[in-house]
């Protein structure tokens, strides 16, 4: 099997004069296994691989990528991001990463025991999911589809300013997408479960999850619009913290697309919250050794005891900022540059259970799940409005489901408006980790 | 792109293990983006991707795998995995004969874009990036992007299909931020058309930015969105993803099949007011959603979905018109051969009607205009379904007033569709829209024209 360091050497060979080349190199395997009613609907292999290349030539950036390590391809993605630096208008703080003398931290990323997982365990497993949903509740009428999938990624950045690092990760997961039915209507809901290893998957908890998710929604109303008490779960406040986590990008501060800009140092939040982008903490998706350009992860904290903290940097804006990078450099794949983006914030619980802060509260909605956030926040004014369904609290208990409905703030005031957080600190597939929040005065529109 | 002979020896190969149908989609794609940013020519990317996906199929099950190795040997692998994924119990050796059909184009391409030399390319970004920046000073930045892709493609299959289609896109972005007493705003406009370099004969960059900045300028006095239940009117041309969103996805015969669409076991039934009339075309010269044949190799076509508020078609794709014997619609689509095909819209569109777009508008007390509608999401087996608003107004005393901040409108698809009541004659193509579904994204088209929906609720913060 061809080694990564290899394909990135034959990229840096190419240099030519005192250009800097960077060679980012990326293979995955992924089986993927689809059942639908007790039988395999789809299974699928497969190989991806590629590289990305970006040349750096009197203070001009070119990129060009190939999906293949065929070297005639490799050395044609050399060529066209040198053609296209040749187009791009000088910068003065362009450049690559530099070795900055931080080590990676020791995450174990890695689970041998994953890739000796035979295909029939895996099937096995899917149907074995797709079975609990199915007989967890009456009320469920059919599962819409029931996944096991897992990856291997391997990774290597080389420069020709002296990086040269790699890191691989293992993953699997199961997740099920349920139907529930009372006659009346029906209703959706999914459970997973994600691991490094395919021990750590819990097809229990996952079918439970399904089950209960869609059933607890039957009957569902809409609710009159009023300003209310939210309770976040843990799912819903991941997403949102997600949000807030990409307004602290240095990229969006200094290209002037920060809400927080020049606000570092002041209260912009309730003393309540802390925030720390960790993604050397092996428990968050995010979690990796070093950055897309190859630099150490590290730990930046972003907001402390409300008080804005940083941003997270990238080799650029480290540079124009006159400060360094975090080593939070992320791209999307080969087939694009590094941003600076968070990938694994961790808010600091609170002291209280998601019970009992369900039990302190005499009028709200406990929101389960939010959609359309991608339509229906903008990151640059902070208006945040979102399609959203939960269930009522009433004196302290939760009481009957409620359905097409939205919640609206904006990210300034809801940082604010936190009101609680709870002590369930609990991990999940997305750039945040999550937890309950409770925030006040939130208008919810309805009927 | 291949040989036939190889093609043919590969089909084999996928059908050793008794695959009652096989299929081999090669891809060649390449790309290329320009990115102006905060002034300055960022950056430059081409990227090329080529590779097969091969699938076997046995009874319900579909085995899949991909491989960027498109030698004799790479592709035998990968059918072999494909082919072990979906094995069963037979066996034995079945060739496949090859029939090649040559493919109509949708249009001509009059200027390949890889013809064209990139100075051409970052000059258009520098045109937007100094006319959005002359709308007014209260515009502090400008991203403009411009973005071509030729994706050539090939299928063969064991029922003897060998066909291949060359598309070629080309889009144009502009967003920006305007900055004002209120603080910041954004503002974005798109142009993007099946079709090459030649976009920029029929559409002005110049036209693209101001268009993105006087969105955001106006927003710099909007008030906060109304919460609440209220009419909307939607302008022509801004608003397809109603569509897309409230029924679209609901009448993909995949989700109808596994009970995850509220419109199962309702074809022929009054679904939607009689003003509707809606159409997924992938036919449509020129536009977004367009191309010659669906990623299964079936000529794309023109589906009237419902017909004056009755539901006449779902879409389809190959294994979905398979088990119910029926012609493909040429909705089968795929983001690449790295992925499997499934049903999706192309250009999905509701006709024109007869009122007067000013008479809809002033018959209407107390709601909301959208001349522009961001992205949108659907629970298909629920119906609700939300979408985003990027330029709304107050629609007062049947006046359009004043401009109302970002928010989303949340609705229930069926209940939408019937409580349509009046739609205008200036029917309009929207925006390129890229729809995912199943962690796939593919280009679509969406329009409308003029209309008006009874009540939705709004996502606003204001009483």
């Given at each position: 099997?061809t080694?990564?360091?290899?394909?990135?050497?034959?990229?840096?060979?190419?240099?030519?004069?005192?250009?800097?080349?960077?060679?980012?190199?990326?293979?995955?395997?992924d089986?993927?296994?689809?059942?639908?009613?007790?039988?395999v609907?789809?299974?699928?292999?497969?190989?991806?691989?590629?590289v990305?290349?970006?040349?750096?030539?009197?203070?001009?950036?070119?990129f060009?990528?190939?999906?293949?390590?065929e070297?005639?391809?490799?050395?044609?993605?050399?060529?066209?991001?040198?053609?296209?630096?040749?187009?791009?208008e000088?910068?003065?703080?362009?450049g690559?990463?530099?070795?900055?003398?931080?080590?990676?931290?020791?995450?174990?990323?890695?689970?041998?025991?994953?890739?000796?997982?035979?295909?029939?365990?895996?099937?096995?497993?899917?149907?074995?999911?797709?079975?609990?949903?199915?007989?967890?509740?009456?009320?469920?009428?059919?599962v819409?589809?029931?996944?096991y999938?897992?990856?291997?990624?391997?990774?290597?950045?080389?420069?020709?300013?002296?990086?040269?690092?790699?890191?691989?990760?293992?993953?699997?997961?199961?997740?099920?997408?349920?139907?529930?039915?009372?006659?009346?209507?029906?209703?959706?809901?999914?459970?997973?479960?994600?691991g490094?290893?395919?021990?750590?998957?819990?097809?229990?908890?996952?079918?439970?999850?399904?089950a209960?998710?869609?059933?607890?929604?039957?009957?569902?109303?809409?609710?009159?619009?009023?300003?209310?008490?939210?309770?976040l779960?843990?799912?819903?406040t991941?997403q949102?913290?997600?949000?807030?986590?990409?307004?602290?990008?240095?990229?969006?501060?200094?290209k002037?697309?920060?809400?927080?800009?020049?606000?570092?140092?002041?209260?912009?939040?309730?003393?309540?919250?802390?925030?720390?982008?960790?993604?050397?903490?092996?428990?968050?998706w995010?979690?990796?050794e070093?950055?897309?350009?190859?630099?150490?992860s590290?730990?930046?904290?972003?907001?402390?005891?409300?008080v804005?903290?940083?941003?997270?940097?990238?080799t650029?804006t480290?540079?124009?900022?006159?400060?360094?990078?975090?080593?939070?450099?992320?791209?999307?794949?080969?087939?694009?540059?590094?941003?600076?983006?968070?990938?694994?914030?961790?808010?600091?619980?609170?002291?209280?259970s998601?019970?009992?802060?369900?039990?302190?509260?005499d009028?709200?909605?406990?929101?389960?799940?939010?959609?359309?956030l991608h339509?229906?926040?903008?990151?640059?004014?902070g208006?945040?409005?979102?399609?959203?369904?939960?269930?009522r609290?009433?004196?302290?208990?939760?009481?009957e489901?409620?359905?097409?409905?939205?919640?609206?703030?904006?990210?300034?005031?809801?940082l604010i408006?936190?009101?609680?957080?709870?002590?369930?600190?609990?991990?999940?597939p997305?750039?945040?980790?999550?937890?309950?929040?409770?925030?006040?005065?939130?208008?919810?529109?309805?009927? | 792109?291949?040989?036939?002979?190889?093609?043919?020896?590969t089909?084999?190969a996928?059908?050793?293990?008794?695959?009652?149908?096989?299929?081999?989609f090669?891809?060649?794609?390449?790309?290329?983006?320009a990115?102006?940013?905060?002034?300055?020519?960022?950056e430059?990317?081409?990227g090329?991707d080529?590779?097969?996906?091969?699938?076997?199929?046995?009874g319900?099950?579909?085995?899949?795998?991909?491989t960027?190795d498109?030698?004799?040997?790479?592709?035998?692998?990968?059918?072999?995995?494909?082919?072990?994924a979906?094995?069963?119990?037979?066996?034995?050796?079945?060739?496949?004969?090859?029939?090649r059909?040559?493919?109509?184009?949708?249009?001509?391409?009059?200027?390949?874009?890889?013809?064209?030399?990139?100075?051409?390319?970052?000059?258009?970004?520098?045109?937007?990036?100094?006319?959005?920046r002359a709308?007014?000073?209260?515009?502090k930045?400008?991203?403009a992007?411009?973005g071509?892709?030729?994706?050539?493609?090939?299928?063969?299959?064991?029922?003897?299909?060998?066909?291949?289609?060359?598309?070629v896109?080309?889009?144009?972005?502009?967003?920006t931020?305007?900055?004002?007493?209120?603080?910041m705003?954004?503002?974005?406009?798109?142009?993007?058309?099946?079709?090459?370099?030649?976009?920029f004969?029929?559409?002005?960059?110049?036209?693209i930015?101001r268009?993105?900045?006087?969105?955001?300028i106006?927003?710099?006095?909007?008030?906060?969105?109304?919460?609440g239940?209220?009419?909307?009117?939607?302008?022509?041309?801004?608003?397809?993803?109603?569509?897309?969103?409230?029924?679209?996805?609901?009448l993909?015969?995949?989700?109808?099949?596994k009970g995850?669409?509220?419109?199962?076991?309702?074809?022929?039934?009054?679904?939607?007011?009689?003003?509707?009339?809606?159409?997924?075309?992938?036919?449509?010269?020129?536009?977004?959603?367009?191309?010659?044949?669906?990623?299964?190799?079936?000529p794309?076509?023109?589906n009237?979905?419902?017909?004056?508020?009755?539901?006449t078609?779902?879409?389809?794709?190959?294994?979905?018109?398979?088990?119910?014997?029926?012609?493909?619609?040429?909705n089968?689509?795929?983001?690449?051969?790295?992925?499997?095909?499934m049903?999706?819209?192309?250009?999905?569109?509701?006709?024109g009607?007869k009122?007067?777009?000013?008479?809809?508008?002033a018959?209407?007390?107390?709601?909301?205009?959208v001349?522009?509608?961001?992205?949108?999401?659907v629970?298909?087996?629920?119906?609700?379904?939300?979408?985003?608003?990027?330029?709304?107004?107050?629609i007062?005393?049947?006046?359009?007033t004043?401009?109302?901040?970002?928010?989303?409108?949340?609705?229930?698809g069926?209940?939408?569709?019937?409580?349509?009541?009046?739609?205008?004659?200036?029917f309009?193509?929207?925006?390129?829209?890229?729809?995912?579904k199943?962690?796939?994204?593919?280009?679509?088209?969406?329009?409308?024209?003029?209309?008006?929906?009874?009540?939705?609720?709004?996502?606003?913060?204001?009483?």
């Open positions: 099997m080694d990564l360091f290899e394909v990135a050497d034959l990229v840096l060979a190419g240099t030519e004069g005192d250009e800097q080349v960077e060679a980012y190199v990326a293979r995955s395997r089986a993927q296994v689809r059942v639908y009613e007790g039988e609907e789809q299974l699928s292999t497969a190989e991806t691989l590629g990305g290349v970006r040349v750096v030539r009197d203070g001009r950036q070119g060009a990528y190939c999906g293949t390590f070297p005639g391809a490799v050395r044609e993605a050399l060529v066209e991001a040198r053609d296209n630096a040749a187009f791009a000088h910068d003065e703080w362009a690559l990463a530099e070795p900055d003398g931080v080590e990676p931290p020791e995450v174990d990323l890695w689970r041998s025991d994953l890739l000796e997982v035979p295909t029939e365990r895996k099937v096995a497993l899917a149907v074995e999911l797709e079975h609990a949903i199915r007989s967890a509740d009456p009320r469920i009428t059919g819409e589809s029931c996944d999938a897992d990856a291997t990624g391997e990774l290597a950045v080389a420069t020709t300013t002296g990086i040269r690092r790699n890191t691989r990760s293992t993953n699997c997961q199961l997740v099920g997408y349920s139907l529930a039915d009372d006659g009346e209507a029906s209703q959706t809901g999914f459970g997973f479960s994600l490094r290893s395919f021990d750590d998957l819990d097809v229990e908890q996952a079918g439970r999850d399904a209960e998710r869609a059933t607890r929604m039957l009957g569902a109303v809409k609710p009159q619009s009023a300003k209310l008490t939210v309770v779960d843990p799912w819903v991941a949102v913290v997600g949000i807030v986590a990409g307004t602290l990008s240095a990229e969006e501060v200094v002037g697309r920060s809400l927080f800009a020049e606000r570092v140092g002041e209260q912009v939040g309730t003393p309540l919250l802390t925030l720390v982008e960790d993604p050397t903490d092996g428990r968050t995010g979690a990796s070093i950055d897309d350009e190859g630099l150490a590290r730990r930046v904290p972003l907001i402390d005891a409300g804005l903290a940083g941003f997270v940097h990238s650029w480290g540079r124009r900022t006159g400060t360094a990078s975090t080593g939070s450099a992320v791209r999307g794949g080969f087939k694009s540059t590094p941003g600076a983006s968070c990938r694994a914030v961790v808010p600091t619980p609170g002291q209280a998601p019970d009992d802060l369900i039990a302190g509260i009028e709200g909605v406990l929101i389960q799940e939010v959609f359309g339509s229906g926040v903008n990151p640059v004014s208006d945040l409005s979102t399609g959203a369904q939960g269930l609290i009433r004196g302290g208990a939760v009481a489901p409620l359905r097409e409905f939205t919640i609206a703030s904006t990210i300034q005031r809801l408006d936190i009101a609680a957080l709870g002590n369930d600190l609990t991990w999940l997305m750039s945040a980790a999550g937890i309950t929040l409770v925030i006040d005065d939130v208008a919810i529109s309805g009927q | 792109m291949l040989d036939e002979a190889v093609i043919q020896r089909l084999g996928a059908l050793r293990t008794g695959g009652e149908f096989a299929e081999v090669v891809e060649d794609k390449r790309s290329s983006s990115m102006l940013d905060d002034g300055r020519v960022e430059l990317s081409s090329h080529r590779g097969a996906g091969i699938r076997v199929v046995v319900d099950t579909t085995g899949f795998a991909h960027a498109l030698s004799e040997g790479g592709l035998r692998s990968a059918a072999e995995a494909a082919a072990a979906a094995r069963s119990g037979g066996g034995g050796v079945k060739t496949v004969e090859l029939t059909r040559e493919t109509t184009p949708l249009g001509p391409i009059a200027v390949m874009p890889q013809t064209v030399g990139k100075g051409k390319k970052v000059e258009l970004l520098r045109r937007a990036d100094e006319a959005a709308e007014g000073g209260s515009i930045q400008v991203r992007r411009y071509d892709s030729r994706r050539q493609i090939l299928v063969a299959n064991s029922d003897g299909l060998l066909t291949g289609d060359d598309q896109r080309t889009l144009f972005v502009v967003s931020v305007a900055f004002g007493d209120t603080g705003q954004t503002g974005y406009e798109s142009v993007g058309r099946t079709i090459g370099f030649e976009l004969e029929k559409h002005e960059v110049e036209d930015a268009e993105s900045a006087r969105r955001a106006t927003k710099l006095d909007a008030r906060p969105a109304p919460s239940t209220l009419p909307v009117v939607i302008g022509p041309g801004g608003g397809g993803v109603l569509f897309h969103e409230a029924c679209g996805h609901g993909e015969k995949d989700l109808i099949d995850a669409s509220v419109f199962k076991g309702r074809m022929g039934e009054q679904v939607a007011s009689p003003l509707v009339t809606l159409v997924d075309d992938g036919t449509m010269v020129e536009e977004w959603g367009a191309y010659a044949i669906d990623d299964e190799g079936s794309a076509q023109r009237v979905l419902i017909q004056d508020g009755v539901l078609d779902y879409m389809w794709d190959f294994l979905r018109s398979r088990k119910d014997g029926r012609p493909q619609s040429g089968g689509r795929r983001q690449s051969y790295q992925h499997l095909p049903v999706r819209m192309t250009n999905t569109y509701m006709v009607g009122s007067e777009p000013d008479d809809i508008i018959s209407t007390d107390h709601g909301v205009y001349s522009s509608l961001g992205g949108g999401q629970n298909t087996a629920t119906g609700d379904f939300v979408f985003g608003m990027t330029e709304a107004y107050l007062e005393n049947g006046e359009i004043e401009p109302i901040r970002e928010g989303n409108l949340i609705g229930n069926p209940k939408v569709l019937t409580d349509i009541d009046a739609v205008g004659h200036d309009a193509m929207g925006h390129p829209g890229m729809c995912g199943d962690g796939q994204g593919v280009p679509v088209g969406d329009g409308v024209p003029t209309l008006r929906v009874k009540a939705l609720t709004i996502g606003g913060t204001a009483a």
